[in-house]
């Protein structure tokens, strides 16, 4: 008896201590429709932000309400967040705008243009809503990771 009891009250014991924290919801953005700019973006291992070059703003995606999407860039010129001799990133092209279709699956936003399918990650951080998009792109040896963040 007093063997099961013991038993009782550390069984008891675990369970209460393995009890999980309600776990807090993420934010679905029910509306992707608008115009999101381009807030920063990861190439490589380097992070470049919209505080840094104003003209990463003027990538936007416009998604409409009728399931169409255009990607665009509105500088004259090319961004360039990097420009040395040997290497030069740059972020969109002037003049270059992509039409294509969208539709939405919970927190996932997918795009599809003349460039490709993409897909994007929906969230709200700090009230900002953004969407995220990561993908990889090989330059020679080299592949790289892209983490493009947009806001609204």
């Not at 294509?100 to 929906?122: C, E, N, P, T, V």
Request: hydrophobic content about 40%; aromatic content about 10%; some cysteine.
């Amino acid at each position: 008896m007093r063997q099961t009891l013991i038993l009782l009250c550390l069984l008891v014991f675990i369970t209460d201590g393995c009890k999980k924290n309600n776990p807090v919801n993420p934010v679905i953005l029910e509306n992707p429709v608008g115009t999101w700019e381009l807030f920063s973006d990861y190439i490589g291992d380097s992070t470049y932000l919209s505080s840094e070059y104003p003209c990463l703003k003027f990538s936007e995606i416009i998604v409409n309400q009728d399931s169409t999407c255009i990607t665009k860039f509105l500088g004259d010129s090319s961004c360039y967040v990097l420009r040395t001799p040997s290497l030069s990133i740059s972020i969109g092209t002037p003049g270059l705008d992509l039409t294509g279709i969208w539709h939405q699956a919970g927190d996932s936003l997918f795009l599809r243009d003349s460039l490709g399918a993409f897909a994007g990650l929906l969230s709200a951080v700090n009230g900002t809503e953004q969407l995220t998009f990561f993908t990889s792109s090989t330059n020679g040896a080299q592949n790289f990771t892209n983490i493009a963040i947009f806001t609204k």
